[in-house]
C-alpha cells in the first residue's frame, strides 16, 4: 500500500502539476464555462447563448444595484437547453448561505424548449459539465483536470483555444463572454441564407414542462423574468413559424406563478427594458 501511494505521489508530481500549471492559466483567460464552476449566486442568469454573449452581470449589477453576488450560467442552445440536467445545476448554484434577495433571469425562446429532430438522444446528455461533483470552488481543480468543455487532449484544446483568441473576445470571472466589434464593423449580410436555424425543432412537452418546473421552483425564492432576447427579422420569423404560439405558452407560465414576468425584447426592447428595470430594482 505504501508502494501505490509513492507511485500515485510521483505521478501527480510529474504529470499533474505541470498538466495544472499550463491548463489552469488557458482556461482562465479563454473559458467562460470555467468561471461558471467557481462560485455560488444569489442573481442567476440562466439560458443559451444569447443569454450567455448578450446579458453582462456587471452591467446588471450596476445599473440595477443588485446585491450579492450575479453568475451568468448561460452556456449554448446545445448544452443548456431547459431539462433535468440543467435544472438540477441551476439548484446546485444558489447561494442559500445569506439573506440576500434573489433574482433569476431567464432567457426563453423556441431553441430551450424544442428538441432536434433528428436527435436520437438529449443533445445536453453529453455535457460533462453536468456530472461535476465540485461546481463551486475556486480553483475548481476539478474542472482543470475533467476539462468538461470539450472532453478534448489539452495539447488539441491549447492549439484550438489559441486560435479562436483574438482582440475582439473578452472573458469575465462571472461567466459573461463578450465580443467587440471594431469601429465600422459591418455583420455579413445572411438575407440569402435559406435557413438561420442551425437544427431542424420539433416540439417537446418535456422540455416545456422543465421550463414550468424550473419557474415553479425559483419563483418561491424570488423574482423570476422571462425574457426574450432580441435577434434578426429574419430569424425571429423563423422562430414564429416553428412555434406560432410560443409567446402565449410564455406569458401563461408567467400568469401562473408569482414574481414572475415576461418581456419581449424582440419587439419594443427599449421601452420593455426600462419597466423591467423598475421591476427588478
Known amino acids: 500500500m505504501g508502494r501505490f501511494f509513492l507511485k500515485l505521489s510521483f505521478f501527480l508530481l510529474v504529470v499533474g502539476i505541470p498538466y495544472l500549471y499550463f491548463q489552469y492559466p488557458m482556461m482562465a483567460k479563454n473559458d467562460a464555462f470555467y468561471w461558471k464552476s467557481t462560485y ?11 443569454a450567455f454573449k448578450g446579458i453582462s452581470p456587471e ?15 448561460a452556456f449554448t442552445g446545445v448544452l443548456s437547453p431547459y431539462g433535468r440536467p440543467y435544472f438540477n445545476l441551476i439548484k446546485r448554484k444558489i447561494d442559500r448561505s445569506g439573506s440576500v434577495p434573489y433574482c433569476f433571469i431567464l432567457s426563453v425562446n ?24 465540485m461546481v463551486n470552488t475556486q480553483p475548481n481543480l ?10 478534448q487532449a489539452l495539447l488539441t484544446a491549447m492549439v484550438i483555444e489559441k486560435s479562436r483568441t483574438r482582440p475582439g473576445r473578452a472573458i469575465y470571472q462571472d461567466g459573461y463572454a463578450a465580443t467587440f466589434f471594431p469601429p465600422g464593423f459591418t455583420p455579413p449580410d445572411r438575407t440569402n441564407r435559406k435557413n438561420l436555424l442551425k437544427f431542424d425543432l420539433r416540439y417537446s412537452p418535456g422540455r416545456e414542462a422543465y421550463l414550468v418546473k424550473t419557474v415553479n421552483y425559483l419563483s418561491q425564492l424570488g423574482p423570476v423574468y422571462l425574457v426574450r432576447l432580441p435577434v434578426s427579422s429574419q430569424m425571429l420569423a423563423e422562430e414564429d413559424k ?3 404560439g410560443f409567446n402565449t405558452m410564455v406569458e401563461a407560465i408567467a400568469n401562473q406563478h408569482p414574481n414572475t414576468f415576461f418581456f419581449d425584447f424582440t419587439t ?5 427594458m426600462k419597466k423591467t428595470s423598475l421591476l427588478i430594482s
Open 142 to 151: 476539478e474542472y482543470v483536470f475533467r476539462h468538461p468543455r470539450t472532453g
Open 242 to 244: 416553428v412555434y406560432p
Open 40 to 50: 455560488r449566486a444569489n442573481t442567476l442568469i440562466i439560458g443559451g447563448s444569447r
Open 110 to 133: 423556441p431553441g430551450n424548449v424544442m428538441d432536434f429532430t433528428e436527435a436520437n438522444v438529449p443533445r445536453e446528455s453529453t455535457f460533462d459539465f453536468y456530472h461535476l461533483l
Open 59 to 73: 452591467v446588471l449589477q450596476e445599473d440595477l444595484r443588485l446585491p450579492g453576488r450575479v453568475l451568468n450560467l
Open 268 to 272: 419594443g426592447g427599449l421601452c420593455c
